[in-house]
């Protein structure tokens, strides 16, 4: 008699942004891994709306979409999930991945902060806040008006395993960049409420364990020097960031493949 399958449930942030997109292609992934017996006969897989604090129950990991950093700051902070992710992503190491402006949130600096603030859709007392998890500083929307939005297609020759070298096409809308890989040492501790300056950076507050955090590791970078430092998609540890947007690449779901073996997989 064989052992009973291990349910595994993927959570995609339901508040804002391209989360269909997200859930659909793990729709289609999921669909192939059930008719794979390198997966069928261990595991069963499903996909979660989370859209409040219950819905992360039991969650195996979670995916954070593109759409508009702020917004998803403000949404997180008023129903509480905020801390919540928090918690599981810095203290439980819920494997956790962003893409666009779900990198930003999981980014323990962000500059550029204050573009979005005037906007309609923000409470002006509210401040923006991140999640945290990953250790370096990322400018929101980086590559300015010629080039707001674009895709390419890259080698990735710093991923592992299946997309080891894999050619990937990349779309970047109102992307951000990380700009700078942080030293534990020298984090700042988070900057006290003041008012919105272009240079004004947000950071995370930070509750998990120094001691055992793992190293950022960059995975793709563009431009052909260190010194560019236009660092695009990142892992440090339980979480995996991305500036652009696998989700909106129809019928390619190597990536979200991919997190789930090295991710959520691995770490069981
Ligand atoms: N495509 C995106 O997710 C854009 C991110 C957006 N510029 C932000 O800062 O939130």
New binding site residues.
Partial sequence: MSDRKKLIIVGVLALQ??YHEHLAHLTSLFEDLSNDKEYNLKYEFESREVKKVEDLDSLNGLIL????????SILLQRNGLLEALKRLIQIDKLPCWG????L?LLCNEITNTN??LSGKNVEKSMRYKSIGGLDVRVH??SFGRQLDSFSEKFTLENFDGELHNAEFTCV?????VIKDVLSLETRQPEEAPHSDTENRIVRATYIGDIVNRAKPEVLLRLGSNEKDSMIVAIRQGNVFGTSF?PELVKGDYRMHKWFIDRFILDSI
Avoid: K, L, V
Wanted: net charge neutral.
């Fill in positions: 942004g391209s979409p593109g759409g508009e950093s702020t917004t998803m893409s666009c402006a779900g930003i573009i979005d929101r929307n970047f809308i109102r992307a951000p947007h």
